[in-house]
């Protein structure tokens, strides 16, 4: 089996360091180059052979962002996909990553999901799931994001299908405390009950 060639594109380099060892411990994946900058990406994109890029957003210090040089890389090389990572989560950045070419966008807390992402972008011929994933994900928070914690982690569990009952042993909450929160959720959410809920967050796709 010939493993994912992958380089990485990150001013931190420590977390090159890390991700390094994180990614090579896969067995399909290989991490074969790394960058701190714009221009240093340039010159081993230019020498190298790889299947797969992360390419840090910011980039701090360098003569391009994470954007600017995705553009560039993919002029050069389009048969390499392009991963961005960022620390930033908002619908704008994401834009700007997907319309520089970028086959998928990851926030780097999330770095868990880097192997299989690297494997979906390396054998996956469009970035329209990887797109789709990602506004759904936007779309969700933005209509779920003035509840609380709290709130939030009540909806979750009702949306997987867990009773009262069972909320109430989980979360180690009274009914009336449970119900309370109940009420505040669906107010802030506009409908009258756990059921209308779900079925508006399905119904306006997030």
Known sequence: ????????????LDWIKAMTVFLNKEADIEVVGAASSSEEALRI??????????????????????????????????KAKIIMLTSLNNDSVMTDAFT??????????????????????????EPMEALLKELSRLKREEQLKELTAAEREVFELIEDGYTQP????????AESTLKNQVNKM?????????????EKVKRKGL
């Open 1 to 12: 089996m010939t493993a994912i060639k992958v380089l990485l594109v990150e001013d931190d």
């Open 100 to 125: 520089a070419g970028a086959f998928n966008y990851i926030e780097k807390t999330k770095f868990k999901e880097l192997p299989h992402a690297i494997r979906s972008a390396c054998h996956n011929p």
């Open 186 to 198: 669906l107010k802030k959410l506009g409908v009258k009950s756990s059921k209308e809920a779900i």
């Open 45 to 78: 994109a230019a020498a190298l052979e790889f299947d797969v890029a992360l390419l840090d957003i910011q980039l701090k210090g360098s003569r391009l962002n994470g954007i600017q040089l995705a553009v560039e890389m993919n002029d050069a090389n389009r």
């Open 166 to 173: 069972q909320i109430e042993k989980k979360l180690y909450k």
